[in-house]
């Protein structure tokens, strides 16, 4: 009846920061952060320590799209280190032991990580367990899955192709897996901000019976986020497998922490509905940068615990005194 | 009368660059009953929200009993006898009533709850108000007009001197409404200060001795008597003249849409329900609260799984599993609870239009100025006070209710379903609400209508179903349709 | 009292650490060989889930403890917890102060990281930068290695060290990313000394990453079998093999002499073998 | 007038299990684990093996009791392991470096865990810090104070009656910190359930924009909340050096995962607002009982983390199982 009038018009678009939504806070913390260590140390402000710190962030980055997703529809994964350690083992063992080309091992991670996901997203929709036991659940099990692959040994010695993906710099800047995870964080902010099934995760997030009753399918939402969370979650393995040229069950402990600060430093709220890609990624810099940062002024691993805490409480809530000031 | 216990002089309040309230000032006496009327988005709420401590104003001076007044918080103001019943639900729903009435004041015995005292209280007030629910229920699964009352029993468990209710009855029947105005008659004649917040003009009438009109955050109007007549009162609200609140109605083409027979829900909440909707045909669907009309058109939305019977659209029956099934088939529906079903209020109101739509932009890109442009068009249409970049929890209560009609209303539906359209709606909006459930029906839409406001199922449907404890107890038309003979078999 | 060991009580530290898991191998192997059960737990690094561990291996009866204690410093209470049930403890690679076990296998670690520091020193020429990735800090091994180095540094005057930082769980990432960030801040360094070979790994990683114009030396310590292999191809320079193989043997032969009521000395220091590229070869094919 | 509405009259209500709210099912889970253990092995029903399971979960118990304070307002609390690490090396350097008296020591680590969690409690308050990332930062702020402490070095040696409290089984049961562990269950149990502040968590939980309407000070419970949290932590603390008779700043890591799975595990929702201490009470013996019943079983240690995994999703489960038969 009403017909639908798409046409690209109306007020001029928003002023580019307010596209960040809640992360303008962490923005203004992240380029503070730069400004401050640039005159702090000068090995900081440089080409190369720019691509060490996006070498170093690419694990993180891609698994924090993954759990930008999760939390978007108002869940958790802390199931992504262990799944990262499986698809690592998984890899490793159908390329060292079994004997097959690393690309079929490649795929069979992947797939390993898929059924990861798949499981922990029929326990949270089908069975109804909060995701954050199903996952804490997953989070053990495939740890011990990823262990007995081989016993808790480490796999080594891949093709030389396989690392180089990790260390070749294409015209002298980036490495495949850098390329690769800038890749899936374009596709990703693309896909949630402008694909039907992005928004998507929106409203399941901001009210599940809601888009229920908009006709969104909540649970094949739900299932689907989980398994590319997981999916992510394995790549971030294989990338990681390049980088270490060798794959050991204990990868990945304790990330899952560290991606849900990325995310909701980002901005992304817990709660569900609201964030995005952008925050994130100013997440995982921020982290990124606290890291690469403390290391070169050659802070002692101590006081970098407590450095880390003050500057992500002032990266967060820089945010609030700026919208108190608002 | 004397003194005022409380007055307010000049309140403003701004959010942003939006004036909400502009220089207001009103009198509230003891042992009186004021209304608070105006359009949606008018202020009503803001101003209630000033005087019970929740909102600050940005302007202006209250008094409470000569002394001035600034409540910081709720508690001041609960404190100092001021006592406000949200319009939104302010319950917890897994506590149980009992907690609920008494929040934040349990009765203590010993340093400790006391628990019998506390529900044995509880119980007295929900027995005022003719709700025999045991106060050791969990909230949580409790009837929106159930849950209205509590909130009720809430405030009546305070000692008030002054009373806020803010549209205690959008969620409430008859009965209902009818047990609380002898509380709010029985406060009267205690001395306390009432001020009652409605769209229902038929109520006004009946309660109130005084009334106070505002339009866009502007006192306009005080009428001092009750008695004035309705149509001078809604002029006053909107500004302008209201020619007829409910259009003609179409004839029905006679070729039957939705054909539902016997159908049944599991936990038997409705049984054995058959009827039939013609293209064009507005059916109304009434009853006393509890009687199972949520259930039934949840059901046949897709919504609730049913146990037997069939649903069929155009002569096809249907498989419904998911509200998304019946979407596609073009059912749709509008829930009775917005806030909870009908409304996600942390986003923008243009993204809440699209959610329903998402498939009609198929596989092209959704750019933020499409989702505005969309939602622009059905606000506009729709005449939601609001912009579409405005957050659903900035706006009035009615202008939530239009979004949530709106959202819908920009597909091409063949069943439309409204759950109670016009709760918290504004008389001159409910107009609009009519006209369209008119116009939808002169297209050829199949309408279904529930509504627990009965000059509204017999002012908008060709033929009204009543449902009587989960059974289908008649269906009268249009010509043999009254109060009587609704309640007749309503009672049943 | 001369009794047998039918069953015996493996308290891991940390399964994930593949220095542990070799013991635990061989602990099990050898016990296979002996016909002794072999109950083992896994304490994942952490102190208090091994005393609980100790507790449940006690409710089973076991008749010998061997005892790989977890956190950054042995605790006393497992070995009290065995003493008052009188089952004899061997305690291996840490030892606690006030409670030692009835033996202690462990390597000499001062001197074996001297040795390893040696070797890189003369490698490189006795001159240079040097950076070191120590383990986590405040640890027994962190503490014993660096011990080791500093001895070993102080015959040669012209090294100089420019940055050294700390591991937080010993692992190849983390190796990587502070050998990364050193490159960075000193871009001339010469000599590296990982504490352990996954941080070695992980330090070998990242120089060749960075690409240096430079020679890289680099040292580890344990003999990984992931290590070892890469040793053989030139990753990185030398480590010091510690023998696990024989570690394990060794807990379970005086666990049996223990309970047989043999003596056996308190203390018993194994040397970690300097490994390079020259003798890798044989320690692949057998772990001491 | 209006009739009686039978649907909503409710079930007989009183039924003894219904008091557990939502832990009916965990309960049952813990049940047959039991029954099974039992069965599986000799070792597990017997007193002496009961008692051990108490002194296993006494740490984990206590800190559990705060979590679910903390879980009922809808809060998170990341900082207990490191808070507990804190209060642990505060104590051990108050008595054994300082010199002071072991008593003023507990004393000194109390105060030091209700200043952390004053700072966790003021920061989501007043400056409107997710409790995600303000735990966050408190956790590695906490641990790094920890560690500077004594730079990472453990302190061993405290007084003989110190460590007696955790083995001195009086009347050959309770040893003092198990007996501390009841206490503080019991007491909280009072609390949540017969005083009116206990009542407020409830409130705030379950919405605190209701709370407040009602005239309840939400900054005060949050506050509160936290601070309890963070000696309960920093008692857990005191226990634990009991237990080990030494401290060290690396304690309590990972911790947190721990008791917030006991706390969910036992029924109380992470979205606030429905739960209670009979329930953390199950959580806590499911993954007390597991832990012991493996090692018995001698159930190797990787196969022992899928395990866990699986049971862990069963108990929980099982609670939507029987929801949906009802
Ligand atoms: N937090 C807010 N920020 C911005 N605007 C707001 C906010 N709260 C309310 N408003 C605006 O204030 C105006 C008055 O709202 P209010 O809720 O008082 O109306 P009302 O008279 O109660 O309407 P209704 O009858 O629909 O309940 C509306 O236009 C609304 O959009
Ligand atoms: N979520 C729920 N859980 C349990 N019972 C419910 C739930 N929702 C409704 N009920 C009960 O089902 C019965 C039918 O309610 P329903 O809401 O369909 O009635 P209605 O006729 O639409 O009246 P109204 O909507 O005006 O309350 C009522 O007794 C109601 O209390
Ligand atoms: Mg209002
Ligand atoms: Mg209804």
Redesign the pocket.
């Known amino acids: 009846m009403v017909a639908i009038d798409i046409t690209e018009q109306g007020r001029p678009s928003g002023v580019w920061l307010r596209r960040l939504a809640g992360a303008t806070g962490p923005l203004l913390g992240l380029l503070a952060l730069c400004v401050f260590l640039s005159f702090a140390t000068d090995a900081f402000l440089s080409l190369r320590n720019g691509l060490n710190i996006l070498d170093q962030i690419t694990v993180l980055g891609i698994m924090a799209v993954g759990m930008t997703f999760v939390i978007l529809i108002g869940g958790i994964d802390l199931s992504v280190g262990s799944v990262l350690a499986l698809a690592m083992m998984v890899m490793g063992w159908t390329a060292n032991v079994a004997g097959m080309p690393l690309g079929v091992g490649i795929g069979v991670a992947l797939i390993a990580s898929a059924v990861s996901g798949l499981i922990v997203g029929l326990l949270v929709t089908i069975f109804r367990v909060p995701a954050f036991i199903a996952t804490l659940a997953m989070m053990s099990a495939a740890r011990g899955v990823a262990n007995m692959i081989t016993d808790g040994q480490q796999i080594v010695g891949f093709p030389d192709w396989f690392m180089m993906l990790a260390i070749d710099r294409h015209f002298g800047i980036l490495t495949a897996t850098v390329f690769l995870m800038l890749v899936v964080v374009l596709i990703a902010w693309l896909f949630l901000k402008f694909r039907s099934e992005g928004r998507m995760l929106y409203a399941v997030g901001g009210n599940p019976e809601v888009a229920r009753l908009a006709g969104i399918n909540v649970q094949l939402v739900t299932i689907g986020v989980y398994v590319i969370s997981a999916v992510l979650a394995g790549l971030a393995g294989i990338v990681l497998a390049a980088r270490l040229d060798s794959v050991q069950p204990s990868s990945g402990f304790g990330y899952e922490l560290d991606t849900i600060a990325a995310v909701v430093i980002g901005g992304t709220s817990l709660s569900g509905g609201a964030g995005g890609i952008g925050g994130t990624l100013i997440g995982v810099l921020i982290i990124g940068v606290l890291r690469n940062g403390l290391n070169l002024l050659n802070v002692s691993p101590f006081l970098q615990q407590v450095i880390i805490g003050i500057v992500i409480v002032l990266a967060v809530g820089a945010e609030t005194i700026r919208r108190r000031r608002a | 009368m004397t003194e005022p216990v409380l007055s307010l002089r000049g309140i403003s ?1 701004r ?2 660059p ?1 004036q ?2 502009k220089n207001v000032s009103l009198d509230v006496y003891a042992g009186e009953v004021v209304a608070l009327l ?12 000033i005087i019970a401590g929740s ?1 600050a104003p940005s302007e202006g001076t209250m008094t409470w009993l000569g002394q001035p007044y600034a409540p910081a918080t709720p508690r001041e103001a609960i404190d100092k006898g001021v006592v406000l019943i949200h ?1 939104e639900l302010q319950l917890l729903p897994e506590l149980s009533i009992a907690e609920n009435v008494f929040i934040g004041r349990w009765p203590m015995k010993n340093g400790v709850i006391d628990r019998a005292e506390m529900v044995r209280r509880a119980q007295e007030q929900l027995s005022r108000l003719n709700l025999h629910i045991p106060a050791t229920r969990k909230v949580a699964g409790l009837s929106t007009a159930n849950q209205q009352l509590i909130e009720i029993a809430k405030a009546l468990a305070l000692d008030a001197k002054l009373l806020i209710l ?2 205690p009855t959008a969620a409430l029947g008859g009965a209902e409404t009818e047990a609380l105005f002898n509380q709010v008659r029985k406060l009267r004649s205690e001395g306390v200060g009432i001020v009652y ?1 409605s ?1 229902r003009m038929e109520e006004i009438k009946q309660i109130t001795d005084r009334i106070v009109v ?1 339009r866009d ?1 502007v006192r306009v109007q005080e009428f001092a008597d009750s008695a004035t007549p309705v149509r001078t009162i809604v002029e006053s609200m909107v500004g302008r003249p209201l020619e007829r609140m409910f259009p003609p109605l179409p004839e029905p083409s006679g070729r039957p849409v939705l054909q539902v027979s016997g159908l049944t829900s599991p936990a038997r909440s409705f049984r054995d329900v058959s009827f039939e909707v013609q293209s064009g045909e507005i059916l109304g669907i009434a009853g006393l609260v509890g009687a199972g009309r949520t259930e039934l058109v949840r059901a046949i939305s897709g919504a609730d799984p049913i146990s037997s019977g069939t649903v069929k659209l155009n002569g096809e029956e249907l498989r419904l599993r998911s509200p998304a099934d019946a979407i596609a088939k073009g059912i749709v529906m509008v829930p009775e609870d917005r806030k909870d079903q009908g409304i996600v209020v942390t986003h923008r109101i243009s993204e809440n239009v699209v959610y329903p739509n998402l498939d009609m932009f198929g596989r092209r890109w959704i750019t933020a100025k499409m989702k505005r442009t969309f939602a622009e068009q059905a606000i506009s249409k729709f005449g939601v ?2 912009r579409a970049e ?2 659903a ?9 239009k979004v949530v009609i709106a959202k819908w209303l920009m597909r091409d539906p063949k069943v439309v379903i409204l759950d109670e359209p016009t709760r ?3 008389v001159g909006a409910r107009a609009g609400i009519y006209d369209i459930i008119v116009n939808l029906a002169k297209k050829g839409v199949a309408v279904i209508v529930v509504s627990s406001d009965l000059e509204e199922v017999l002012g908008v449907s060709n033929r009204i179903l009543v449902l009587a404890q989960g059974k289908q107890a008649g269906i009268l038309d249009r010509e043999e349709a009254n109060d009587v003979s609704v309640m007749e078999l309503a009672t049943i | 009292h001369a009794a047998e060991v039918k069953k015996l009580g493996l308290a891991v530290a940390n399964l994930q650490a593949n220095f542990f898991n070799q013991i635990k191998q061989a602990v099990e192997d050898e016990a296979k060989k002996r016909g002794i059960e072999v109950v083992t737990v896994d304490a994942k690094g952490d102190g208090p889930t091994q005393v609980n561990q100790v507790q449940d291996l006690l409710t089973q009866n076991v008749d010998a403890l061997i005892y790989i204690p977890a956190g950054a410093a042995a605790a006393t209470v497992p070995v009290k917890l065995a003493k008052s049930a009188g089952i004899p403890v061997v305690n291996v690679d840490r030892n606690a102060e006030g409670a030692p076990g009835d033996t202690f296998l462990a390597t000499d670690s001062v001197t074996s990281a001297k040795a390893v520091c040696d070797y890189i020193l003369k490698e490189a020429g006795g001159k240079g930068k040097m950076v070191i990735i120590h383990g986590q800090k405040g640890t027994t091994p962190e503490v014993d290695r660096s011990k080791g180095c500093a001895q070993s540094l102080k015959a040669y005057p012209d090294v100089k060290v420019v940055a050294e930082q700390y591991s937080n769980i010993w692992s190849q990432d983390e190796g990587f990313q502070i050998m990364q960030n050193m490159l960075q801040a000193n871009p001339d360094v010469s000599i590296v000394f990982a504490q352990a070979d996954a941080l070695a790994l992980g330090a070998a990683q990242a120089i060749k990453v960075a690409n240096p114009s430079q020679k890289i030396v680099v040292g580890g310590f344990d003999g990984d079998t992931a290590a070892l292999e890469a040793l053989s191809k030139g990753v990185f320079n030398v480590t010091a093999t510690q023998q696990t193989q024989k570690m394990g043997r060794d807990a379970v032969a005086n666990a049996v002499k223990l309970v047989a009521g043999e003596k056996v000395p308190p203390v018993q220091l194994m040397d970690a073998t300097l490994t390079t590229k020259e003798n890798v070869a044989g320690f692949i094919a057998n772990h001491p």
């Open positions: 309040k959010y942003g939006l909400v309230l105006g359009e949606n988005g008018a202020g009503k709420s803001t101003l209630s929200g909102r319009q803010d549209e917040i769209h505002l955050g006070k609001g405005q957050y929890s900035d706006l009035s209560g009615g202008n939530q209710q918290g709606i504004d």
